[in-house]
């Protein structure tokens, strides 16, 4: 909600006490009072005056939530807009790559290197089955995220490992809600590995499904300090230096995960991988 809002809801609020205190003097002193009116007159008088603000601020309610709810909207519209944009990136980037690959494999060929013509084809299975995994999720949102971020680690430099062993079909959460989950805890993840050499440069994204829970882990190379650990997930807090931009992202995962009855959990121990673990019960 931002400020013009809040300052309306303080006006609403404001509005109806006063009127409280209006018809609570009116009562104590309708007796004791001279008035010019006869007391029946003054009341009908005091009673339209009464129902006319009580109308226009239940007017003025509903108008201040259509305008929240227009808002939200809006906020889902451009989520899905730039997840949008990210897709279409994806799509010329890999059609332009799909040409460069199939140079690159004649070239070889016909140059008599079978041998790393083979590789070079080995190495682009591998991607392949990668995105045969997003492929797996049942879930259009989150699959075109995963896409999105696959996309944007090549650039970075950074190597980007899913495993899918469930569809999520079944799962009961908005798919904005769960895309946004995930998004937020693999850019924390590659913003993580970023300053890291580029043999360390690693994020995990596992999805997996028991008879019971659906569970979510997203892990990176690093490690995070145990007076650091406690505070991840408190709403500002970021070890940057800038703060404008940071400690929202996994506020923000904390947030979505209870609203949906979930549990978020992360680990960091030396020379192991930090952790992020997400369950939803079924």
Same mark, same amino acid.
């Given at each position: 909600?931002?400020?013009?809002?809040?300052?309306?809801?303080?006006?609403?609020?404001?509005?109806?006490?006063?009127?409280?205190?209006?018809?609570?003097?009116?009562?104590?002193?309708?007796?004791?009072?001279?008035?010019?009116?006869?007391?029946?007159?003054?009341?009908?008088?005091?009673?339209?005056?009464?129902?006319?603000?009580?109308?226009?601020?239940?007017?003025?309610?509903?108008?201040?939530?259509?305008?929240?709810?227009?808002?939200?909207?809006?906020?889902?519209?451009?989520?899905? +807009?730039?997840? *949008?944009?990210?897709?279409?990136?994806?799509?010329? $980037?890999?059609?332009? =790559?799909?040409?460069?690959?199939? #140079? &690159?494999?004649?070239?070889?060929?016909?140059?008599?290197?079978?041998?790393?013509?083979?590789?070079?084809?080995?190495?682009?299975?591998?991607?392949?089955?990668?995105?045969?995994?997003?492929?797996?999720?049942?879930?259009?949102?989150?699959?075109?995220?995963?896409?999105?971020?696959?996309?944007?680690?090549?650039?970075?430099?950074?190597?980007?490992?899913?495993?899918?062993?469930?569809?999520?079909?079944?799962?009961?959460?908005?798919?904005?809600?769960?895309?946004?989950? +995930?998004?937020? *805890?693999?850019?924390?993840?590659?913003?993580?590995? $970023?300053?890291?050499? =580029?043999?360390?440069?690693?994020? #995990? &994204?596992?999805?997996?499904?028991?008879?019971?829970?659906?569970?979510?882990?997203?892990?990176?190379?690093?490690?995070?300090?145990?007076?650091?650990?406690?505070?991840?997930?408190?709403?500002?807090?970021?070890?940057?230096?800038?703060?404008?931009?940071?400690?929202?992202?996994?506020?923000?995962?904390?947030?979505?995960?209870?609203?949906?009855?979930?549990?978020?959990?992360?680990?960091?121990?030396?020379?192991?991988?930090?952790?992020?673990?997400?369950?939803?019960?079924?």
């Amino acid at each position: 909600m931002n400020n013009t809002n809040i300052k309306n809801v303080i006006a609403l609020l404001t509005g109806a006490v006063v009127l409280l205190i209006i018809g609570f003097c009116f009562q104590n002193n309708q007796k004791s009072t001279e008035v010019i009116f006869s007391s029946e007159m003054l009341f009908t008088s005091m009673s339209a005056l009464m129902f006319v603000t009580v109308l226009i601020l239940f007017l003025f309610s509903i108008k201040l939530f259509t305008m929240i709810r227009q808002e939200k909207t809006i906020e889902f519209q451009k989520f899905y +807009i730039g997840h *949008l944009y990210e897709m279409i990136g994806v799509v010329k $980037s890999q059609r332009h =790559d799909f040409i460069n690959h199939m #140079q &690159i494999v004649y070239t070889l060929l016909q140059l008599g290197e079978q041998g790393r013509a083979y590789e070079y084809v080995a190495e682009l299975c591998r991607e392949v089955q990668i995105t045969g995994e997003m492929l797996k999720i049942r879930i259009p949102e989150l699959t075109a995220i995963l896409l999105a971020k696959k996309n944007l680690a090549d650039a970075l430099g950074i190597k980007l490992n899913i495993e899918a062993e469930s569809d999520l079909a079944k799962i009961q959460i908005k798919p904005i809600e769960l895309s946004s989950i +995930i998004s937020n *805890l693999v850019d924390n993840a590659m913003e993580a590995v $970023s300053s890291l050499t =580029d043999n360390c440069k690693t994020v #995990q &994204i596992g999805i997996f499904e028991t008879a019971h829970n659906f569970a979510f882990e997203v892990s990176n190379s690093g490690y995070i300090p145990p007076d650091v650990l406690n505070k991840v997930f408190v709403e500002g807090f970021s070890t940057k230096p800038d703060k404008k931009d940071h400690g929202i992202g996994l506020a923000s995962v904390r947030y979505l995960v209870k609203k949906n009855r979930g549990t978020v959990e992360v680990s960091s121990n030396l020379n192991e991988m930090v952790k992020f673990n997400v369950i939803f019960p079924k």
